[in-house]
């Protein structure tokens, strides 16, 4: 009811930047959505429709002594899982990798345990079987050794056997996805990147494991955040309560403890991913860190068909094979059916119909396209988590930014 209250009654001009003036009451909502919090934190929005930059705006605090900046970098969690994939096909687009080509013909050791046939297209279409990080390491703390982890996937043995079934890969994918590429072209993710999207997007702020000199850019979550949710958490734990999202899994018939193993690495109540060890290091599954700018300008490449100033990144062909539904059931971890495509999921809106995709965080953040509507969408912030599945922002915000397109292109917004 409070969330309701201080939607009704914020300001509707809480923000600083540009507004294409058809996007004006997206614009709004941003603020509405972003201003009872504005000392908790801040949040950024892109939108690029028809080819044009439409919203650039942002709002509220990168630190307790700083405001959001237009170049402010914020970690997005699983958003860059889309970054990751996208890297994938521009690869397969250039020849170097094949979506049905077996992985251990790229990265012989991947073979132990019965990975023979797993291939890129399994990887991204969370059909691997390879979900499981809490019984592969002994500490969160070795997510942050790179070739350790290589080591560790190549030895790792699949839950289920390949295709037979899904299950969202909330850590492994990022170490899956990222030794293939560098086992297929001997080249370091890091050059890959910059080779293969970067320099290409002429983009400012996009990395798996953030250079130290790119550290101050961070928008990191508020200190005051932390103090207040320590004890609660503390309270929790001791009270032992069963949680809501535990709940409903059991009631839809999922497994807590495959949801465990997924999420959730031992030692993991002593690791921050907004270490600075941790920022640094490449986990590309969970520590993406984008500015709102980079990712939305990503994904509007992918809304015009994989074209960028006149660049064919990725080909007509491929476009079309990784925009297919490989998977429509819900599966193993997600509490929805993400109708998962290669790398990215459906988007989650509040009514309105989409064959777009994109990828979202853990903490609300997120990325997607919708090509039919020459539409793409980009928000990142530094408030706290919320949850597997997004929050009311993020779906309030993706629900607008489609009415607004409709507007323009079917003369009225509708809800659905």
């Given at each position: 009811?409070?969330?309701i209250q201080?939607?009704?009654f914020a300001?509707?001009h809480h923000?600083?930047g540009?507004v294409d003036?058809?996007?004006?009451?997206?614009a709004k909502q941003?603020?509405r959505m972003q201003?009872?919090?504005?000392?908790?934190?801040?949040a950024?929005?892109?939108?690029?429709?028809?080819?044009?930059?439409?919203?650039d705006i942002y709002?509220?605090?990168?630190?307790?002594t700083?405001?959001w900046?237009?170049d402010?970098?914020?970690?997005?969690y699983s958003?860059g899982?889309?970054?990751?994939?996208t890297?994938?096909h521009?690869?397969v687009s250039?020849g170097l990798?094949?979506?049905?080509?077996?992985?251990a013909?790229y990265?012989?050791?991947?073979?132990?345990?019965?990975k023979?046939?797993?291939t890129?297209?399994?990887i991204?279409s969370?059909q691997?079987?390879l979900?499981?990080?809490?019984n592969?390491?002994?500490?969160?703390?070795e997510?942050t050794?790179?070739?350790?982890?290589?080591?560790?996937?190549?030895?790792a043995k699949p839950?289920f056997?390949?295709a037979t079934?899904?299950a969202?890969q909330?850590l492994?994918f990022g170490?899956?996805?990222g030794?293939?590429l560098e086992?297929?072209?001997?080249k370091?993710?890091d050059?890959?990147m910059q080779?293969?999207?970067?320099?290409?997007?002429?983009?400012?702020g996009?990395y798996?494991?953030?250079?130290?000199?790119?550290l101050?850019r961070?928008?990191?979550p508020?200190?005051k955040?932390n103090?207040?949710?320590?004890?609660v958490?503390?309270?929790k734990s001791?009270?032992k309560?069963?949680?809501?999202?535990?709940?409903?899994?059991?009631?839809?018939?999922?497994d807590?403890?495959e949801?465990?193993d997924a999420m959730?690495p031992k030692g993991m109540k002593?690791?921050?991913?907004?270490?600075?060890?941790a920022?640094q290091?490449k986990?590309?599954?969970?520590?993406g860190?984008?500015?709102?700018?980079?990712?939305?300008?990503?994904?509007?490449?992918?809304?015009?068909k994989?074209q960028?100033?006149?660049?064919?990144?990725?080909?007509?062909?491929?476009f079309?094979?990784f925009?297919t539904?490989q998977?429509k059931?819900?599966?193993?971890?997600?509490p929805?059916?993400?109708?998962?495509r290669?790398?990215?999921?459906?988007?989650?809106t509040?009514?309105?119909?989409?064959?777009?995709?994109?990828h979202?965080?853990?903490?609300?953040s997120?990325?997607?396209?919708?090509?039919?509507?020459?539409?793409?969408f980009?928000?990142t912030?530094?408030?706290?988590t919320?949850?597997i599945?997004?929050?009311y922002?993020?779906w309030?915000?993706?629900?607008?930014?489609?009415?607004c397109?409709?507007?323009t292109?079917?003369?009225?917004k509708g809800?659905f």
């Amino acid at each position: 009811m409070k969330a309701i209250q201080h939607y009704i009654f914020a300001t509707n001009h809480h923000y600083q930047g540009q507004v294409d003036e058809r996007f004006i009451d997206l614009a709004k909502q941003f603020s509405r959505m972003q201003d009872a919090r504005a000392e908790q934190g801040g949040a950024a929005l892109v939108v690029y429709f028809q080819g044009k930059k439409v919203v650039d705006i942002y709002t509220g605090k990168k630190s307790i002594t700083e405001n959001w900046q237009a170049d402010t970098l914020s970690m997005c969690y699983s958003t860059g899982k889309g970054v990751l994939a996208t890297l994938a096909h521009i690869l397969v687009s250039q020849g170097l990798l094949n979506y049905d080509i077996p992985v251990a013909q790229y990265w012989p050791e991947f073979a132990q345990n019965g990975k023979e046939r797993i291939t890129l297209r399994h990887i991204l279409s969370h059909q691997s079987g390879l979900y499981d990080i809490r019984n592969i390491i002994d500490d969160a703390s070795e997510m942050t050794d790179w070739p350790h982890m290589l080591n560790v996937i190549a030895q790792a043995k699949p839950r289920f056997n390949v295709a037979t079934d899904a299950a969202y890969q909330p850590l492994t994918f990022g170490w899956l996805l990222g030794g293939l590429l560098e086992k297929a072209t001997g080249k370091s993710l890091d050059h890959l990147m910059q080779q293969y999207l970067l320099e290409p997007l002429q983009l400012d702020g996009a990395y798996f494991g953030v250079p130290e000199a790119e550290l101050a850019r961070i928008a990191r979550p508020l200190p005051k955040l932390n103090q207040v949710q320590h004890p609660v958490s503390q309270k929790k734990s001791k009270q032992k309560k069963v949680s809501p999202m535990h709940k409903l899994m059991e009631w839809s018939g999922q497994d807590p403890k495959e949801f465990q193993d997924a999420m959730i690495p031992k030692g993991m109540k002593n690791f921050s991913f907004f270490s600075d060890v941790a920022l640094q290091a490449k986990i590309p599954a969970a520590n993406g860190v984008f500015t709102a700018h980079s990712l939305a300008k990503i994904y509007a490449m992918l809304a015009n068909k994989g074209q960028q100033d006149g660049q064919q990144l990725i080909r007509p062909e491929i476009f079309e094979a990784f925009r297919t539904v490989q998977y429509k059931k819900r599966d193993r971890i997600m509490p929805l059916a993400m109708h998962w495509r290669l790398g990215y999921h459906r988007i989650l809106t509040l009514g309105k119909s989409s064959q777009g995709f994109g990828h979202m965080g853990f903490n609300g953040s997120a990325a997607w396209c919708d090509p039919e509507r020459q539409l793409s969408f980009a928000y990142t912030h530094n408030f706290p988590t919320t949850s597997i599945a997004g929050d009311y922002r993020l779906w309030g915000l993706t629900q607008e930014t489609l009415r607004c397109a409709d507007a323009t292109l079917n003369g009225r917004k509708g809800w659905f």
